[in-house]
């Protein structure tokens, strides 16, 4: 059996707008890799993270990769230690599913030179534990799309019962990031708690029309039903330029554009590769007319999940 292994996890795409907590895809970069080690005693170490400012903690009991791999150790009464190294290759606090993409790797890992004991999608509730570590909530929008790859539905959390759907062959992604940090903790207190049914109407048509919309192909009903009344009215407020920014995606042809889970990303669906490129150079300009500068990700919808390297 290996006793070390380096895995890629991706960045994830939650909410997708109209599904929120509900349904993610994962994109094939940006994305983190987390090297493990098999130690001969107990204990997990943290032993080095590259690219996070030393924003990170390498506190076992508090970073989001080991707190999911303790989780599993327990599960599995096992003994076993393990050195980490986690190099954070996309920006923390973006809306990309950071934490996720780190945690998903690091479990996959840790389930690998374990020899297997699960199988993948049974890794999920580890790294759900990771995401209430980083921000409050074990939501599975990114966790579930970064372990499974593709589109997930997350139909239920209790019991915990999610799904991959069929992505369309021609989708692409355009995702900008604009270099402000919004933490998933404070763009969830934003959000009303309340829902009317007026809005519930809306929101559920549209979370129907597009899962609908994704296993058709039916590339104009995705678009049609990429409306959110739950999260963007009151999440905006905190990406300067936001509705600019998502107009500008839409005139450049794109079949709709939304926050990239909690933000500040914004991205958009195309039906090609050449309109998500043209799309994501609008946004990108929208962001510099208002002197953000930002990063820019163009990419298919990854079906893989980890892979290791
Ligand atoms: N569904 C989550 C949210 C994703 O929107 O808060 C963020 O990680």
Not at 34 to 48: C, F, H, Q, S, Y
Not at 63 to 80: A, F, H
Not at 266 to 284: G, I
Request: glycine share 8%.
């Amino acid at each position: 059996m290996e006793k070390s292994i380096k895995v890629f996890a991706p960045a994830t795409v939650a909410n997708v707008t109209c599904g929120f907590d509900v349904l993610g895809f994962a994109v094939n970069s940006p994305g983190d890799e987390v090297i493990i080690r098999k130690r001969n005693k107990p204990g997990i170490l943290i032993t080095k993270i590259t690219g996070d400012e030393g924003k990170l903690t390498k506190n076992p009991e508090e970073n989001t990769v080991s707190v999911s791999i303790l989780k599993m150790l327990d599960k599995l009464d096992s003994q076993q230690g393990f050195e980490i190294e986690l190099h954070k290759k996309m920006p923390l606090g973006s809306g990309l599913g950071s934490s996720s993409a780190s945690t998903v790797a690091g479990v996959f890992a840790a389930n690998e030179l374990l020899g297997q004991p699960f199988k993948q999608q049974e890794l999920l509730p580890f790294a759900m534990e990771g995401e209430r570590v980083a921000c409050g909530s074990a939501h599975a929008d990114n966790v579930a799309p970064a372990l499974l790859g593709g589109f997930v539905v997350v139909r239920s959390y209790t019991p915990l019962d999610v799904v991959k759907i069929p992505t369309p062959p021609k989708l692409f992604a355009s995702i900008i990031h604009p270099h402000i940090e919004v933490r998933t903790k404070d763009a969830r207190s934003v959000l009303r708690k309340d829902l009317s049914l007026h809005d519930a109407i809306k929101q559920w048509g549209n979370v129907a029309g597009l899962v609908s919309g994704l296993l058709l192909s039916d590339y104009s009903l995705i678009g049609r039903s990429m409306h959110d009344v739950v999260a963007e009215p009151y999440r905006s407020a905190l990406i300067p330029g936001y509705y600019e920014v998502k107009q500008s995606a839409l005139d450049a042809g794109a079949l709709g554009a939304g926050i990239s889970g909690s933000g500040p990303s914004v991205f958009a669906l195309s039906d090609s590769e050449k309109t998500a490129n043209k799309v994501a150079q609008a946004m990108s300009k929208a962001f510099h007319e208002l002197d953000i500068d930002n990063d820019i990700f163009v990419s298919k919808i990854n079906e893989k999940g980890p892979v290791i390297l």
